[in-house]
C-alpha cells in the first residue's frame, strides 16, 4: 500500500507512546539497573504492508517486535489492534489478537519442538483453534506445506526438525505462522541464521505471501540490503537507543535519507561498485559504540556520536518529525547536507 493511502486507512495495529523498561539487578541486595529497551514509540501497522524495523543490536527491536505480537507488556503506553486496546479486550477480542499476529523466530532450530513431527507441529495449532474440521487437518497441512513450497509434502510431514535444513525449517515456521489467517507477521531475523544462497528465497517467500494473502509483515532486522529488498513498496523504520530514529517510504528514505545515524549506517554499507562508492559521502560517527540503553544521553541520544550535534542536541530531545517524504528525530534533519553529494559518474 502506498504511503499516501494509508493516511486514509486506519492502522491495523497502533503502539502509542509505547516504552519497555527492563530491570535488571547485579546483586540480591543491589538497586535494580533500569534500561530503557523501547522508549516512547508511536508507530502504526496498516493493513497489508511491509515495514522493515531496522537498527545495531541492542537497539530494542526484538523488544518491540514483542510488544507487537503480545509476548511483552508495555511498561507505558498502549497496543491497539483493529482499534481496541489490548488491556481492555474481552476473551473474544484477545483471541482474535493472538490468531491475528503471529511471530517467525530467528533460531528455526529452539522454535520447533525437537520431539514432534512437522505434521504435529504443524496440526495442533490447527486443531487448538479449530480452523477447519477435525477430518481437514490432514488436507490442511498439505496445503500449508505447499504454500511454503516445501514439495511434495508427504516428505515433509513426518520428518523430524533436526532432519530439515535451516531453510526448511524456516519455511515450517512461516507455515505455522499462516496456519491461523493472521493479518500480521513479526519476523525477527528469520533470514540471519540461514545460508546466504537461501536467503533470498525466504525473503522472495515472505514477499509472496505478502501479496497472495495480504498478511503485513514486521521484518525486524540490522541488514539493509535485505530490508530495501523485503519493503520495496512499504517503509523502513530505523531505531536507535531505544526509539525511532526516522521512519518512511523504504525507497525514498534510502534514497534520500534524513538522519545522520541512518546516513551513517548506509556510508558503512559496502558497496561493490566503486564508481558507485565514490559518490556516497561517509559520515564517521564520533564513536563506534553504542551507549548502554541503561545510561543514555540526554538530549538527542546520538549526539555524542553525531558530527552535526550542536548545543541544543546535549539537552532537547528532537520527535518525529515530517521533513520531506520522511519523519525524522533529529534536530538538524532540514539543515544538513545530502547523503549523497557527489553524483555517481
Ligand atoms: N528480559 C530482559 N531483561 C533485561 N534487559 C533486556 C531484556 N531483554 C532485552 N534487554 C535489553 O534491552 C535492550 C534491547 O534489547 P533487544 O533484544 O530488544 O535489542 P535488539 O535490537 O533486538 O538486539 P539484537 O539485534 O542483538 O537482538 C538491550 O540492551 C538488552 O540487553
Redesign the pocket.
Known sequence: MAVQDMRKVKPLLELEDVSVI???RQGLFSEPTK?G??VDVNFGIYPGEVVALV????????????VVTGLQKPTHGKLSYNGVDLAKMNKQQLQEFRRGVQMVQQDSYAALNPMRTIYQSLSAPILQKKIVKKKDVFQRVCELLSTVELNPPEQFLYKYPHQLSGGQRQRVLMARAISLNPKIIVA??PVSMIDVSLRISILNLMASLNKKMDIAFIY?T?DLSTAKYIAQNGRIAV?YL?KLAEIGNVRQVLANPKHPYLQALLSAVPVPDPKVAKGNRSIPLKNFDMP???NPPKGCRLHPRCPYAEARCETVEPQLTRVDASEVACHRASEIPAWNLVPAQ
Not at 537498527?55 to 514483542?66: A, Y
Open positions: 527492563f530491570e535488571r534500561i529497551a523501547v537498527g545495531e543490536s541492542g537497539c530494542g527491536k526484538t523488544t518491540l517486535g514483542n525477527d531475523e525486524i540490522h531505531m531505544g548502554s540503553p541503561a
